[in-house]
């Protein structure tokens, strides 16, 4: 698997599948979610309700995810993924790296060779940077997943310092 870095906005990535750090109600919010709904258009969370209407009746638990169409991104399918908010008295590792585990999973159920991922977690989930990129890189790096090219878009130069670092 290639794995690489790119400083930027999700939102313009061209590639199979972006993820969305997005929340357990799948209705949107701020950061990431925002811009992917805003740039995406409403074909997205028109997704999103039939999930919920269906499936996904009390919103999608952390750490799982799920496939909708892209919308009017560059791409063929946002995976919606909910990150755990950050505690420092409680260790929520494992739900952080299943959000990528999972995120793999349902790309390989829809043959996508190419993922974006955000810094889950790491904005108003609160993750501090350098530990969420040591769980992100650890887990893509170990999955077992026929996607060919996982790419993390980092917002900031900082984040993206970070996960070079570590990398
Ligand atoms: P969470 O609720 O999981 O913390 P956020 O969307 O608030 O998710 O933030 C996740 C990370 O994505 C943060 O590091 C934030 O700076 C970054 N981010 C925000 N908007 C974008 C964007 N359009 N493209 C890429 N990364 C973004």
Redesign the pocket.
Known sequence: MKLTLVR????GQHADAIVN?A?SSLMG?????G?IHRRGGPEILEECRKLRAGHYGKGLPTGQAVATTAGRLPAKWVIHTV?PVYSASEDRSELLASCYRESLRVADSLGAASVAF??????????P?DDAAGIALETVRQADTAVEEVRF????AA?YAVFEARL
């Open positions: 930027g906005d999700i939102t750090a929340n919010g701020g950061g990431v979610d811009a990150g955000p810094a889950i977690s790491t904005g108003i989930y609160g993750w940077m878009v980092l917002f900031d984040a």
